[in-house]
């Protein structure tokens, strides 16, 4: 019998600082391990005082481990003299001499005055540009707040000080599909590991494998790893081609990794690619693709398009005076407002005639003549973009749906996996389904809290096509439990609980006197932060509603010598040697050891356009509120919100105890 291997991270990270001569004997013994780790030809012992704690020797080095009836799970791996103390542990009768010998020899060698030694950094394989820096430490807190990259830090920390074994259990548990990928690990071929599925989990990715699923969940409830895993049950089933999608090229990428290493050559049986990917590859593929408009392109064509449709009034039954109202009250709601009408409402939904729009309850235009104006707006602009023979994202994608409904040989996939489908317009989401031979073979996940556009999400516009199964993951594996009620009381007040097995630190909203302060502020929670928690500060996220305003805060925050950067959502190195500043919309589907949520400010955000109605103003609200569920969510480990005492922003008015510590609270 042959049991499932796992392993944790400080493991991985252990295995990389080993000398040479240990790694080359580490496979070969993995191996025996997972073959019979009740012996591992006769060298398992049982360490005396925990109740499924095994070693097993490769040379002066210990391997611990843990076993089930069908798993073998590798916990930490280190030289005999410090493994057992450093995680205060009972060393073996017959390992005494041994390690009392090693003592005796490092006792009367020449120790390194700084913290970290040479062979370690060369074990390790820290890139030599970073040694310097490193040499130079005297203290583990100079560790933490080094400008390099994240994984690199961690590596150090594991093997300088790894963590107590109770946290070593409860570390997430990595699948190693083949003892193969433990040597390409060592080769630098395989940098991520997948995360095991648990039996919730499992019972979940074989739920009703010849039948559409819709699946749901929040946060970091799982849902690309399960999606990654239903793609092999595909494969298992006969599937020949398959799809693997999402909006986000970050996730595609992430995706691309963990497939290739789950199913091997069969990785050559899944396209993988983003959904606009796509729909570009599949349009291109018949005809050439018009030149795209820049957001900022669109905005002075919306423009030039009101003042037309103003200034030439010919609709019988209308009166001028309604038109030029209709008018000035589009005007008033700003021309931003009205190109995300035509992307997120019109376009996105496919709303091909004036009739379609009329109906369509966007909830944002109400007055029906308002909606009248607003279509005009936009026959106007199409026929400015044909003049000049360009295009919106959103009209390329209608395009080529169009295309799609007439090609009898659109269908391509036996199977389509779509992940975070909430980020997805209708006609994408159209599109894509239009490309499996049978619906029954889709499996989606979603989560409707975070659609943060006017379009929103529905479950039963899905439903309707597939005739799908919907079912809900309601497990937390990301965020402590404290940052799970904290995220979740700002969207469902009275209905925030969601299991998670972590726990940690209260979220705290600080209320603070002015910009100086709140700087402080934000710079002494993230380097406590990294204190607590023993992770780097680059790990970190400072999130705020716009680009502006991170901008702001970047210049705040270098000004009293804390390390951040301003990143593009799309661009975004998470390994990077900084503190990231991020939008909240491109937080997105990322996670961070610690989030600090800043800019949150009375008429900035939530930002108030006094020219809505308050139907309108109450969705306004409701889609910052969602972006702003987004942006704490991201956090792992800590979290912490950041508002002014003097006009504080009414989302944070709102963080109440006991979900919230709210330091220097502003008093309603």
């Not at 005494?96 to 370690?120: K, W």
């Not at 005076?321 to 997120?344: M, Q, T, V």
């Not at 609200?621 to 969602?626: E, F, G, I, V, Y």
Request: charged share 25%.
């Amino acid at each position: 019998m042959s049991y499932s291997l796992v392993v944790t991270d400080t493991f991985l990270n252990q295995l990389l600082g080993l000398p040479h001569s240990v790694t080359k004997s580490t496979p070969s013994k993995m191996k025996r391990l997972q073959e019979n780790p009740q012996s591992v030809d006769g060298d398992s012992k049982k360490i005396k005082g925990r109740d499924n704690l095994y070693r097993v020797r490769i040379g002066d080095y210990r391997l611990l481990y843990s076993f089930g009836s069908n798993w073998v799970k590798c916990l930490a791996i280190g030289h005999r003299s410090k493994i057992y103390k450093n995680l205060n542990l009972e060393v073996p009768e017959d390992e005494l001499q041994d390690i009392n010998t090693d003592d005796e020899f490092i006792t009367s060698a020449t120790e390194t005055p700084g913290l970290i030694t040479q062979e370690l950094l060369n074990n390790c394989r820290i890139p030599e540009e970073y040694h310097q820096q490193l040499l130079q430490l005297t203290t583990d807190d100079e560790l933490l707040s080094l400008d390099i990259p994240e994984k690199l830090i961690l590596r150090i920390l594991d093997n300088l000080y790894p963590p107590q074994i109770e946290n070593l259990e409860r570390q997430p548990e990595r699948l190693v599909e083949k003892i193969e990928d433990i040597e390409n690990f060592f080769a630098g071929n395989i940098t991520e590991f997948l995360l095991k599925l648990d039996e919730e989990q499992e019972r979940i990715c074989n739920y009703k494998i010849n039948e559409a699923v819709l699946m749901k969940g929040g946060p970091g409830t799982g849902k690309t790893v399960l999606a990654i895993y239903r793609v092999k049950k595909f494969i298992e089933l006969g599937h020949e081609k398959i799809l693997f999608t999402a909006h986000s090229s970050a996730l595609i990428n992430y995706a691309r990794k963990l497939l290739a290493q789950l199913l091997g050559d069969e990785i050559n049986k899944v396209t993988i690619e983003t959904v606009d990917s796509e729909i570009t590859s599949y349009y291109l593929s018949r005809y050439s693709k018009q030149p795209i408009l820049s957001q900022q392109q669109s905005l002075e064509g919306i423009q030039q398009a009101l003042i037309y449709v103003r200034d030439n009034h010919k609709f019988t039954g209308v009166q001028r005076f309604n038109w030029l109202a209709a008018a000035d009250r589009l005007e008033k709601k700003g021309y931003d407002y009205l190109y995300r009408e035509i992307s997120e409402v019109i376009e996105g939904c496919g709303l091909i005639n004036e009739q379609d729009y009329l109906e369509f309850n966007s909830a944002t235009i109400v007055k029906q003549i308002d909606k009248k104006f607003m279509w005009e707006v936009y026959q106007y602009f199409k026929q400015l973009l044909s003049r000049e023979g360009l295009t919106t994202e959103e009209e390329f994608r209608i395009k080529a749906l169009e295309l799609a409904q007439k090609d009898n040989n659109i269908k391509e996939y036996d199977g389509i996996i779509i992940d975070e489908t909430q980020d997805l317009s209708p006609v994408s989401l159209k599109f894509i389904l239009k490309r499996v031979r049978d619906k029954k073979n889709v499996f989606i996940t979603a989560d409707s809290s975070q659609s943060i556009y006017r379009r929103g999400f529905n479950w039963r516009q899905v439903h309707q096509i597939l005739k799908g199964h919907i079912l809900d993951l309601n497990y937390n594996y990301r965020n402590t439990g404290e940052i799970v009620t904290a995220y979740r009381s700002i969207l469902y007040p009275e209905d925030n609980y969601q299991p998670s097995l972590r726990k940690g630190e209260i979220p705290t909203v600080y209320f603070c006197k002015n910009e100086e302060e709140e700087a402080q502020k934000i710079k002494t929670f993230f380097i406590n932060s990294a204190k607590t928690y023993r992770m780097p500060l680059t790990g970190a996220a400072l999130i705020c509603p716009s680009i502006k305003i991170a901008h702001q805060y970047v210049d705040r925050l270098n000004q009293i010598e804390l390390p951040v950067k301003y990143v593009d959502g799309s661009e975004i190195d998470l390994n990077s040697p900084y503190i990231k500043v991020i939008t909240m919309e491109a937080s997105k589907g990322l996670e961070f050891a610690f989030v600090a949520v800043a800019g949150l400010k009375k008429d900035v955000f939530p930002y108030t356009n006094p020219q809505l109605s308050r139907e309108e103003a109450k969705i306004n609200l409701a889609q910052q509120k969602r972006l702003f569920y987004v942006a704490c969510s991201r956090a792992i480990q800590n979290l912490a919100v950041y508002t002014s005492n003097e006009t504080p922003s009414k989302l944070a008015q709102d963080l109440r105890e006991p979900y919230w510590v709210r330091d220097g609270a502003y008093h309603i």
